[in-house]
Structure formats: C-alpha cells, structure tokens
C-alpha cells in the first residue's frame, strides 16, 4: 500500500484576507521535500476530504538552499522548504512567516528585508564598469569569517523567529546588522563605515534588539548572528564617542 503524508496548510486568498486552514494526503516518495508535498498539491489540488481547490501558492527557485525564497513555517518552525526531508507517513503543517506581510497562502513580500539593506548602505561601491584591476589584499583569517557571512540568503528566517521584529516595532533584525558588520570589515566598504553605523544608531537600530538569540538557532546558514549583534554594539558604541568629542572639539 503506497504511504501518504497528511499535509496542513495555512491559505490566504489575497493580502489582509482571513486565513484558514486546509487538509492535503499526499504520495510519499523516499527523499522527497517540502516543496515536494506542494508540488504534489499543485498536480491534483484536492482536500483530504474530497474537495478541489485552487493550487497552493508559494515561491521557490534554486531548490539547493541557496536564493531563500522559499523560506515558510514548517511545523511551527521558519526555515527552508527546499532542504526539509519529509519522513514516510509524517504529519506536516505549513504557514507564511508571520513577519512578513502575505501576498497569498505561503508567498510572503520581503520588502523590509531589501529596503534595509537600501537604506544601510550594504554593498560595496564601485568607480565605474572598467576593469580597475585586483581588488584591496585581506588576510586569510579575514577571508574565514567574511565568508561566512557572505552566505545571508535574505531569507528571513531570523526575522520571524525575532520577538523584536513585529508591526509595533522598527526593529531593522539580525540580519541587515550583519551585512552592516560585512561590508564595514571590507577594505572598500570601510569608506561608507560612519553612514552604516549612524543608520544602526537610529530608532529601530541595534539598541532595539532583546537579545533573545532566536535568530542565531533558525539562521540556515548558521551565521553568528549574535556575536555580529554584539560587535556591531560595540562598534556603534565608540563611533557615537568619537562623534561627541569630534563636535566638542569643534565647538571649543
């Protein structure tokens, strides 16, 4: 007898709509995903009572936790559908990360993700399109812990785990403060330094953060969130110092 998996999932028909749930039997197949579930929804969309609906929406696109589109609440939790294995005869549940305002079912708008890293600053500039040759030397040690947090997918994970980030706070989140602390430790970057910091100075910034360390257990990447948190604290801590004796300095 062929096995199935009972799939749970939180539909939203359109933005500001009510939710409800609706009840999926799926065919199991060893080594298939989340994603798979809903792929098998989407080819015969029909409740486990009978009734056809219209086909589960959601967003996806690498498939290899890679892009972080296809970030949802899988049993309770937010992750990545694309790299969450489903077990023979499983109970699962999807929901849209709350966080985030719901486009329809499990497709969610990561504007403030995007518009956060606008407004910080993260990315390096460059002089034009021209070839301008090797970039800046950094040592390998550097190299080491960049790389690591070059790996943020903006998938917003951390985000939804944070009870800081709600629609009664600005609270920017875990992840813009560690491309701030990124793109601060690269040799270009390092020219825009003050502009980032001052923006992780402002309401909604680093003093904003309850050090509730949620972040840092859902990362998929398994970025140090916390210790960005903490070096960005620090960082932000002498620059304001700097500020004030810089004015005094002025003023006398």
Same mark, same amino acid.
């Given at each position: 007898?062929?096995?199935t ?15 409800? %749930? ?5 065919? %199991?197949t ?16 029909v ?10 929406? %959601?967003?996806?696109?690498?498939? /290899? ?13 937010p ?15 999807? /929901? ?20 956060a ?5 993260? %990315? ?5 399109t ?15 812990w ?11 994970c951390c ?5 800081q980030v709600?629609?009664r ?52 990447? /398994? ?27 002025? /003023?006398?």
């Amino acid at each position: 007898m062929a096995q199935t998996v009972r799939v749970k999932v939180l539909r939203q028909d359109e933005p500001g709509a009510k939710s409800y %749930w609706q009840e999926f039997d799926v065919p %199991w197949t060893p080594g298939m995903n989340a994603l798979s579930c809903l792929q098998e929804i989407q080819k015969n969309p029909v409740t486990a009572d009978g009734k056809p609906v219209a086909p589960v929406v %959601w967003e996806s696109s690498c498939l /290899e936790e890679v892009c972080g589109a296809c970030s949802m609440r899988i049993n309770g939790i937010p992750r990545q559908g694309c790299s969450y294995l489903v077990s023979e005869g499983e109970h699962i549940s999807f /929901e849209p990360m709350s966080t985030f305002p719901v486009v329809r079912d499990l497709l969610i708008d990561r504007d403030r993700m995007f518009r956060a890293l606008l407004e910080s600053h993260s %990315w390096i500039d460059i002089d034009g399109t021209h070839d301008l040759g090797p970039g800046p030397r950094q040592s390998p040690k550097d190299q080491s812990w960049m790389y690591v947090l070059s790996r943020c997918m903006t998938c917003g994970c951390c985000l939804d785990a944070c009870p800081q980030v709600n629609d009664r706070s600005d609270f920017v989140g875990p992840s813009v403060i560690s491309q701030v602390r990124l793109f601060n430790a690269h040799p270009s970057g390092k020219m825009h330094e003050d502009k980032r910091l001052e923006y992780l100075m402002q309401p909604g910034g680093i003093v904003d953060c309850g050090n509730a360390q949620n972040c840092v257990k859902v990362c998929p990447k /398994e970025i140090p969130l916390t210790q960005g948190i903490a070096e960005m604290g620090k960082a932000t801590m002498a620059y304001s110092l700097k500020r004030f004796f810089r004015k005094a300095d002025l /003023e006398m």
